[in-house]
């Protein structure tokens, strides 16, 4: 299968533990998205990668987040100090290249913070 | 930003009917993305459109972009169990349309 993977699938964490989450890509795509869904909702845009360079970051996106994608392939996103606001779906996302604005989504990890 | 607006929130068809749902923005787009999302899975992508006017069909599933390039409409013909789910319309945003923004979906229940 060479769609975007996750990884881990579930992730049960105490309130003020630091969680990190992996996501390969699409192997030839560039482009690489998080974003996060809670329940009822679609998916809202966290920050975007093309290659190994953060282009954009969301408001949403605070302080105890980070995220990086060192090599240009895969790429992990942090949560610091995790509050039960955080609680949700981070789902990532990649695309082949600049102005092709289909993203194929991975199966996503679900936090629950405790 | 821009908000996608998709109504019903919940459809509830017999199996064999068609069902459409629609998807109606504030601003133009010039892209429409339709998916559809199992639970505890991450959104499929089922059609892209990138014209106004565009009909585009893949398997039982049309969809239209509105001439207004304001909607896009997504028809389900002859459903079937497995199209249980939630289908969400998306379109390019933000800065440079780099980001995707959605809908709140329309939720498919297909009664056997």
Redesign the interface.
Known sequence: DTGVSQDPRHKITKRGQNVTFRCDPISEHNRLYWYRQTLGQGPEFLTYFQNEAQLEKSRLLSDRFSAERPKGSFSTLEIQRTEQGDSAMYLCASSSSPGVHEQYFGPGTRLTVT | GQQ?NQSPQSMFIQEGEDVSMNCTSSSIFN?W?W?KQDP??????LI?LYKAGELTSNGRLTAQFGITRKDSFLNISASIPSDVGIY?C????????????????NQVVVIP
């Open positions: 996608l892209t993305l998916y505890g899975e991450g959104p499929v992508l892209a969400f998306a379109g390019p945003s933000g800065y440079g349309n780099n980001r995707l923004a959605f809908g709140k979906g």
